[in-house]
């Protein structure tokens, strides 16, 4: 599925790609991105600054964000539609949010992410979350019990969860307890 489907498209059923949350439903971390990317629809900036949030979270998950990292979330944003300039400031603001709110906005954010998007779009997003939490050569036990907790907020089937991390079985050290060397 491509980014751009995931941003704007319909689902296989028809459906829309998201559902207009109530102002009263959104965390502040969402808001003050949201805000930055006020030419776009406000369903689509919705969809952004939460996916950005939650990119941000899996990064976070070892309690750094690496340089890396961050490019593989600016990547996933450009890929999702922004331009760079755009990409980068929500990027940095989303890594913001994760580290001065993290704990208490996670689940908050994570949840609003459920509710307006379609399954395709969440399992795009979980996809992109491991990509980002692999960005630096490994994931590592912390990272991999994050992204399982993301996949569970955002209400996928344990079934497809594993599909998703097949695909980076690779990268996963969290059985080894370090991360590969180059």
């Known amino acids: ?10 689902s296989a059923a028809g459906e829309p790609a998201s559902r207009p949350l109530p102002v009263s439903a959104e965390t502040e971390a969402v808001r003050s991105i949201v805000a930055r990317l006020e030419s776009l629809p406000p369903e689509k900036a919705r969809l952004l600054a939460g996916m950005a949030y939650v990119l941000a979270r ?3 998950a070892d309690l ?4 890396v990292e961050t490019q593989a979330i600016e990547s996933v944003l450009t890929e999702s539609g922004l331009d760079e300039s755009q990409a980068v400031l929500v990027a940095e603001m989303a ?3 994760e580290r001065t709110a993290g704990g208490t906005s996670d689940y908050l954010v994570t949840r609003e992410f459920r509710e307006a998007s379609t399954i395709e779009q969440r399992l795009v997003l979980l996809q992109a979350c491991y990509r980002v939490a692999a960005a630096d050569g490994g994931i590592t036990a912390m990272e991999n019990a994050s992204l399982d907790e993301i996949a569970s907020e955002l209400d996928i089937e344990r079934a497809d969860a594993s599909t998703v991390r097949a695909q980076f079985a690779d990268k996963i050290t969290a059985r080894m307890g370090f991360r590969p060397t180059e």
């Open 95 to 97: 890594k913001l949010q």
């Open 64 to 67: 750094q964000i690496s340089d």
């Open 58 to 60: 899996a990064a976070n």
């Open 1 to 10: 599925m491509s980014f751009m489907r995931f941003l704007g498209g319909r």
